[in-house]
């Protein structure tokens, strides 16, 4: 398994265009078997979820065509099957999957999800709604077998405005007879792009962006064209880079609003930025103030830029904290930061964080997706080399970030699993 070594020291200066969401992708991609005509996504990102995916797409029968970022799914001959355990426990989202699925072919069988260990993420929602919906759904040896014969509309209540559920069982009353109504629903951003792509294959849906979704059930929708929007949560993680490395970076090809969240805790902490139509940046070149954050469901602070901004406040000036509201382990960062030369600990769902003057080069190890991104964001300003293993949670979000990071002006580069453990026999 490769490793990255970065060496620290160099302000990241330049334009970074930012890809194709991958949490937006693969919220669309779980609800291509809803489709019957052929589906066209521009803007796919091209990481490793999105690649799951599309095999488990494939191994239901649907032809996928990619070139570059545009790929076209033809449905046409979908059908059941039963999925490679393996396969569906690498990526959470392809539970997703299962509603669509048996909308479409009245059943369904798949693996209990995986996805990076951040915490309890309970399918509860997704069960109760979609037996709501009149699904019969039973967990047998590991495997949720699904029977959707005589579903139709209802309405669904969500204790907690989760994005997931919103997104799974919308899609799946896209294709379920009679009206339904998702109350308490996320919000989300890739909520809202979700809605958008099945309006365009033909779904009739109304209160999207709101906590009141309504769902008209059609017999059939169709296909058509939809350009994935640009990944919010790593057009931060590159603004923080800028930050943390007293840089000067413009990301581009965004929508603003969803970054305020993020750039209005950075002017708390001193540091400036300014936006534009489709574009903002962030610049410094000092050590920020310290601050508190609390991540929130959207328009709030996202958990997803949670461990990164944890990298920024190690070397603020005073005492952070950081309560995360969203998942209960979601501190898989905060060792590895120590091992680096921050004061870091975590007292229950809350990180504190006194910053220190410098950080120093170490290896460590991701142990999920942001708590990589986080430690990228660290070796960018730590003092020496750091090495970085497990680096397949970060190609999980984040597309050709060694190439991104090089354009900047950083110091990074990926290293065979051969080359590491020959210099590094013991670690």
Same mark, same amino acid.
């Given at each position: 398994m490769s490793v990255l070594k970065i060496t620290g020291g160099q302000p990241l200066r330049g334009t970074v265009e930012i890809q194709g969401s991958k949490n937006a992708a693969l919220a669309i991609l779980s609800a291509i078997p809803l489709a019957s005509g052929k589906v066209t996504l521009r803007n796919l990102p091209d990481i490793s979820d999105v690649k799951t995916k599309v095999d488990l797409l494939r191994g239901y029968g649907v032809v996928v065509e990619i070139?570059?970022?545009? &790929?076209?799914?033809?449905?046409?001959?979908?059908?059941?099957?039963?999925?490679?355990?393996e396969l569906v426990r690498k990526i959470r989202t392809g539970f997703y999957m299962l509603g669509p699925l048996i909308a479409r072919l009245g059943k369904a069988k798949l693996p209990m999800?995986?996805?990076?260990?951040?915490?309890?993420?309970?399918?509860?929602?997704?069960?109760?709604?979609?037996?709501?919906?009149?699904?019969?759904?039973?967990l047998v040896?590991?495997?949720?077998?699904?029977?959707?014969?005589? #579903?139709?509309?209802?309405?669904?209540?969500?204790?907690?405005?989760?994005a997931g559920a919103t997104q799974h069982l919308m899609s799946t009353a896209c294709l379920v007879p009679g009206?339904?109504?998702?109350?308490?629903?996320?919000?989300?951003?890739?909520?809202?792009a979700l809605a958008t792509f099945l309006e365009i294959i033909g779904a009739r849906i109304e209160g999207v962006g709101t906590s009141s979704i309504t769902v008209y059930g059609k017999e059939e929708l169709g296909g058509g064209e939809f350009a994935i929007p640009a990944d919010r949560i790593q057009a931060g993680t590159y603004l923080l880079a800028a930050a943390i490395t007293g840089g000067d970076i413009?990301?581009?090809?965004?929508?603003?609003?969803?970054q305020t969240a993020l750039v209005s805790k950075l002017a708390e902490a001193g540091i400036p930025s300014e936006e534009g139509a489709d574009w903002v940046r962030v610049w410094s070149d000092g050590r920020p103030n310290a601050i508190k954050?609390?991540?929130?469901?959207?328009?709030?602070?996202?958990?997803?830029?949670?461990?990164? #901004? &944890?990298?920024?406040?190690?070397?603020?000036?005073?005492?952070?904290?950081?309560?995360?509201?969203?998942?209960e382990s979601r501190t898989g960062h905060v060792n590895e930061l120590v091992r680096m030369g921050a004061k870091v600990s975590s007292e229950g769902r809350t990180t504190v964080i006194e910053g220190v003057e410098q950080l120093s080069g170490a290896v460590v190890e991701a142990s999920d997706l942001r708590a990589?991104?986080?430690?990228?964001?660290?070796g960018l300003v730590a003092n020496g080399d750091t090495y970085i293993k497990n680096v397949h949670y970060i190609d999980r979000g984040y597309q050709n970030l060694e190439q991104t990071i090089q354009g900047l002006g950083g110091t990074i580069e990926r290293i065979s699993a051969a080359e590491w453990e020959k210099n590094h026999p013991v670690t």
């Open positions: 070139n570059g970022g545009t &790929a076209t799914f033809d449905t046409s001959n979908i059908h059941h099957w039963e999925p490679d355990p999800p995986g996805g990076c260990k951040i915490g309890a993420r309970p399918v509860d929602y997704h069960i109760r709604g979609l037996s709501i919906l009149g699904a019969v759904v039973e040896g590991g495997n949720y077998l699904a029977d959707g014969e005589g #579903m139709k509309g209802g309405e669904i209540y969500l204790d907690t405005p989760s009206i339904t109504t998702i109350q308490n629903a996320s919000s989300e951003p890739e909520v809202v413009t990301t581009t090809g965004i929508l603003p609003e969803n954050v609390r991540t929130m469901p959207y328009p709030g602070f996202p958990t997803d830029i949670q461990q990164p #901004m &944890a990298a920024l406040l190690t070397i603020a000036k005073g005492t952070s904290t950081i309560e995360e509201t969203i998942y990589g991104a986080a430690l990228c964001l660290a």
